[in-house]
C-alpha cells in the first residue's frame, strides 16, 4: 500500500515538537490540518501514533518506532532536495495563477513584465476569472482574492496597493441632462449600471463619509456580469446609459479624459487591497517561490518609499 509522504511528515513534525499547535507554528501551518494528516497515517498503518489527551500529546510505543525510522530516510529527503536546489541557479518551469479580473488589469501589469524581466526561464500561465474557485481542482500554483474571499487554511501574502477605492461616475452628458447628485440617497431617482457577481448578487452600492455609512440598492437599464463584461458597462456609461460604480484605479483613464466625470466623490468607499494565497505546503514549487520573493521584494521596496516620503514631508 503506498503511504503519502506529507502525512508521514506531519507525523514526525507532531512528535518532534511535542504538540499539533507547536508543530504548526515550525511549519508555518494550522493544528487541524496536522490533526488530519496525522489520523490519515494512523488510517493506513492500522496502528495508533499518539495518545492525545486535552494537554498532552505523547507517542504509543508504535509510533515512536516509526518515528525512530523515518527521522534518518526524511533527513535524508530534505538533503537531497537541498542539494538539487543548488544547481538550480535559475528557477524555471510553469507558474499558473487564478486572478480576479480586476487584478489582471489593475494589479498584474506593473508585477508580471518585470517578473518575466527578472526569470525568463518561468511561463506565467493567468486565468482571469471573477467566479471563486478551488486552486487546487483548477490546477493552479496560487491565487489572488480580496480577503473576505480567502480560505482560512492558505497562507496570504499582500499584494499590489494595500488601500482601493470604489468610484462613482457618470459621463457629462448624462449628468448635465439628468442632474448631479450631491447625497447617495439621490441615487435612487437616477439610472445606474449594476454589475451581478457570479453568484447572481446583485450588491447594493455602499457609501462612507466619516462616520456616516449608507447602502443604497440603485436600479438601472442595464446589469453586466462581474468580469470581462465591466467593459461594457464602463462603455455604455461614457455614452450616457447612467451612473457606474467601479474601481477608481479602472475608471482613471477616462475621468482624466473627460469622458466621465466623478460624482459624490467625499463618499467614496475605501477597502484593503488583494492577496496572493497559495496552499499550506512545505515544498512551494520553484516558480512560485520566486514570485512570493518577487512579491516580497515589491512591498519592500513599497514600504521604503512610503517612508521616505513621510520623512521628506
Not at 493506513?44 to 508504535?62: C, D, K, S, Y
Not at 449600471?193 to 438601472?220: A, P
Not at 462603455?235 to 451612473?243: K, L, N
Not at 479602472?250 to 497559495?278: D, K, N, Q
Amino acid at each position: 500500500m503506498p503511504y503519502d509522504l506529507n502525512d508521514l511528515q506531519a507525523v514526525v513534525a507532531v512528535a518532534r515538537a511535542g504538540g499539533f499547535r507547536e508543530a504548526a507554528r515550525n511549519l508555518n501551518s494550522n493544528p487541524s490540518r496536522l490533526s488530519d494528516a496525522v489520523r490519515r497515517a494512523e488510517q493506513q498503518l492500522g496502528v495508533r501514533l499518539f495518545n492525545r489527551t486535552t494537554r498532552t500529546v505523547a507517542l504509543t510505543e508504535a509510533g515512536r518506532a516509526l518515528v525512530d525510522n523515518l527521522r534518518p530516510a526524511l533527513d535524508e529527503v530534505e538533503t537531497a532536495l537541498d542539494k538539487i536546489n543548488g544547481f538550480r541557479h535559475t528557477p524555471r518551469g510553469t507558474l499558473r495563477l487564478n486572478v480576479p479580473v480586476s487584478a489582471a488589469r489593475l494589479i498584474l501589469p506593473g508585477i508580471i513584465p518585470a517578473f518575466l524581466s527578472r526569470y525568463p526561464e518561468i511561463e506565467v500561465d493567468i486565468i482571469a476569472e471573477s467566479n471563486l474557485v478551488d486552486i487546487f481542482s483548477a490546477g493552479c500554483d496560487a491565487g489572488i482574492r480580496y480577503e473576505e474571499s480567502l480560505a482560512q487554511d492558505m497562507i496570504a501574502v499582500p499584494v499590489g496597493p494595500r488601500h482601493q477605492r470604489f468610484a462613482v461616475v457618470a459621463s457629462p452628458e448624462y449628468l448635465d441632462r439628468a442632474g448631479r447628485p450631491d447625497h447617495p440617497a439621490q441615487l435612487m431617482q437616477h439610472r445606474c449600471i449594476r454589475c451581478r457577481y457570479h453568484s447572481g448578487v446583485i450588491s447594493d452600492w455602499e457609501f462612507c463619509k466619516g462616520d456616516e455609512t449608507l447602502r443604497i440598492q440603485v436600479q438601472g437599464p442595464l446589469v453586466v456580469s462581474i468580469g470581462a463584461a465591466v467593459d461594457l458597462a464602463v462603455d455604455a456609461a461614457i455614452q450616457g446609459a447612467g451612473i457606474l460604480m467601479l474601481f477608481e484605479d479602472w475608471l482613471a483613464p477616462m475621468i482624466t479624459r473627460g469622458e466621465l466625470e466623478p460624482v459624490l466623490a467625499p463618499w467614496w468607499p475605501t477597502f484593503s487591497g488583494p492577496w496572493l494565497y497559495y496552499p499550506d505546503r512545505r515544498l512551494v514549487p520553484a516558480p512560485l517561490r520566486a514570485f512570493i520573493d518577487f512579491i516580497h521584494e515589491m512591498n519592500t521596496q513599497e514600504m521604503n518609499t512610503q517612508e521616505r516620503k513621510s520623512k521628506e514631508i
